[in-house]
């Protein structure tokens, strides 16, 4: 009978129990653990106050909580609690943050990948790494004193640009996230093995059809994903919104005009010191658990089309 | 003059043929550029987000920012009670993240048997990193602040932000880890040495330098944040004017300063004081990120 040799994945337990040993093992064990019981604390946080939200108020049901569009919650029992008017901001920053930084993210990626010479790829993701280690308060003070006046003196002579307006927080959330997309979409393209250009070379592509159409189709699975990731990012995104984007919920489509976000909810609301048990304390939590389900379902989503569609090479 | 069909004539014709024709050789550079273009549009945002910051605060800078809590005046304005606050918190945040963190990094990458409870625990953490910081900050409202009723204090503060970053530490430890030899394992296990003892005296400290750059760039990420720490109650007004030096007193951070600055109406505070207060919170993050990576090419072997 032979035994492995190959180190990892071998038991390599003592003869005989060594109990200081052991007791190392069980920390390091509790360490590991850590993670488990921080989802457990947070979705058990999450849903015991937001169960309760909708147990102990008549004037709450969770249909009208997801179907209702008017959000004023600092009536008490005569607040409205329609999060749609939220989740329309979010959505809205999300998707002006998405058409900036796909495109960019992606272009930087097939630059990086296939085009910059290994000076400029050196100091250029550097660089990319500075500004995805930027604060966000700090991108929130820089979308508040600099996107949005700059809006308003450009755009503003045509339509009217409110000082918090969801354009100016959804541009520099897009900004964000391009260093995510960026970075792992590289990744996937720098793995399509240089075999595949090659016999695209060899058939006459020029380098710009080899990268659009080997390149980019094959990394496809990590291009998308990336994407999804940055999807997730943006709609977790606060304190950008939490200063550029405004405190006035708002069912509007209008990127000029100003709104509210979920994640700013929670920051205006956590502010005013609501008592813990308040409707207003319960509905933070009502919020923070949505947000936890949408990021959860985007999150499972991206590991499902990696394993789904990833090429093997 | 008739062409006379010659091999190298011949050979000129098939090379003219393979030759892309003018406009396909335009738009090759036009797609080139344009990609370059997307890429620099990123860098030229980080430099005038950096200059214009420079620009609005620098001359805003002077002793009064160090040495003076928080006031109703703009020149009278200091971030005292935020510097030593997140310094506070860096040093807890520090501890906290980098025993847990590589404990349990220690665990899955060295011992953890391939079952289905590792595989959970894998999963889970890399669904953790996809969740948003805010909600952290509600898990620390619930949980520390009121279940085990701790306050709103730096302790409250210093647990939420390592549990925010411990699925990075961990990523980045595995990594460490994997990157040594497994010849090292193997020798020391052969000598005699228990797993524990071959682990603990050989493998962690060859890990060391990629396990401590991955913690400071984490910890780097956790000092910058604002939700969390404001979801939990730092705070901004007088009650937290104080050093923190205790676990469980209130505590205040530079990133929730700056926030409540900007928010504040009158204008001197929004134009004047907050980018002064950013440029203090940056340059923290720049000697964090330089010492990371001093750290990363003095111990790098490979390159």
Redesign the interface.
């Known amino acids: 009978m032979a035994t492995e040799v190959s180190g990892r994945g071998t038991d390599l337990s003592a003869g005989s129990p060594r109990w200081g040993e052991r007791a190392i093992l069980a920390f390091l064990l509790v360490c590991a653990a850590v993670s488990v019981l921080t989802t457990i604390g947070i979705v058990l946080v999450l849903f015991t106050e937001a169960s309760g939200f909708f147990r102990n108020n008549e004037s709450v049901t969770l249909t009208g909580f997801l179907t209702g569009t008017t959000w004023q919650p600092f009536g008490g029992a005569q607040g409205e609690y329609g999060v749609l008017e939220l989740v329309n901001g979010t959505l809205l920053v999300t998707a002006i943050a998405m058409i900036v930084a796909v495109p960019l993210g992606l272009a930087t990626a097939a630059y990086l990948s296939e085009y910059a010479p290994g000076r400029v790829r050196r100091s250029l993701k550097p660089t990319l790494e500075v500004l995805a280690g930027v604060p966000t308060v700090v991108l929130g003070y820089f979308a508040l004193t600099f996107i949005t006046p700059v809006l308003r003196a450009t755009i503003g002579e045509i339509w009217t640009v409110s000082i918090f307006n969801h354009l100016s927080g959804g541009i520099v959330v897009g900004i964000m996230i391009v260093p995510t997309i960026a970075s792992l979409s590289e990744d996937a393209m720098s793995a399509v093995p240089r075999a595949l250009r090659e016999g695209a070379y060899g058939l006459g592509a020029t380098k710009r059809r080899v990268v659009t159409r080997i390149v980019m189709p094959s990394a496809l699975s990590g291009i998308v994903a990336s994407i999804i990731l940055g999807l997730g990012r943006a709609i977790g995104e606060t304190m950008i919104v939490a200063l550029a984007v405004g405190n006035l919920p708002n069912l509007t489509f209008n990127p000029l005009d100003q709104g509210q976000t979920m994640t700013a909810y929670i920051v205006q609301a956590v502010q005013g010191e609501a008592p813990r048990g308040s409707l207003t304390y319960q509905s933070i939590f009502a919020v923070g658990a949505l947000l936890f389900v949408m990021t959860l379902v985007i999150n499972v989503a991206a590991t499902w089309f990696v394993r789904r569609f990833r090429e093997e090479y | 003059m008739m062409a006379v069909s010659t091999p190298q004539r011949e050979a000129e014709v098939a090379q003219d043929a ?1 030759h ?1 024709p003018d406009d ?1 050789g335009r ?2 550079r036009g ?2 550029f ?3 273009i ?2 620099a ?3 030229v ?2 430099a ?2 950096l200059i ?2 420079a620009i ?1 605060g620098l001359p805003f800078i002077n002793s009064t920012r160090f040495t003076e809590y928080s006031s109703r005046f703009p020149e009278e304005f200091g971030f005292r009670s935020g510097i030593t606050g997140t310094l506070s918190l860096m040093i807890l945040v520090g501890l906290l993240s980098f ?6 990094a ?3 990458e ?3 048997p ?1 079952n289905r409870f590792t595989r ?2 894998e ?6 990193a ?10 620390g ?3 520390f602040v ?1 279940f085990f009723s701790l306050g709103r204090s730096l302790i409250v503060g210093a647990i939420t932000l390592s ?1 925010l970053i ?2 990075v530490i ?1 990523v980045a430890s595995r990594e460490a880890l994997r990157a040594v030899p ?1 010849a090292l ?2 020798a020391g ?1 052969g000598l005699g040495a ?3 003892q071959t682990i603990g005296r050989q493998i962690l400290p060859q890990a060391l330098p990629g396990i401590l750059t991955g913690t400071i ?1 984490a910890l ?2 956790a000092i ?4 969390p720490i ?2 939990v ?1 730092a705070l901004f007004s007088r009650r937290s004017d104080n050093v923190p030096w205790d676990i469980d007193d209130a505590f205040s951070a530079l ?1 929730i300063q ?2 409540d600055l ?2 504040r109406p009158q204008a001197a505070f ?2 004047q004081v ?2 002064a207060g ?1 440029i203090i ?2 340059v923290l ?1 720049l000697l964090m ?1 330089s010492i990371a990576i001093y750290l990363r090419n003095r111990y790098s072997r490979s390159s």
């Open positions: 393979l892309a396909r738009r090759e797609f080139e344009g990609l370059l997307a890429t549009v990123a860098v945002v980080l005038v987000l214009d910051i609005d025993v847990i963190g590589v404990g349990g220690t665990y899955l060295e011992f953890a391939n959970f625990v999963a889970n953490t890399s669904n953790l996809g969740v948003p910081s805010v909600v952290y900050g509600l898990l409202a619930g949980v009121f549990l411990l699925p961990i497994n394992r193997e296990l228990t797993p524990l760039l780097s990420r910058g944040e604002t939700a404001l979801v109650g990133p700056v926030f900007v928010k929004q134009e907050a980018p950013i919170l940056l993050l990120n």
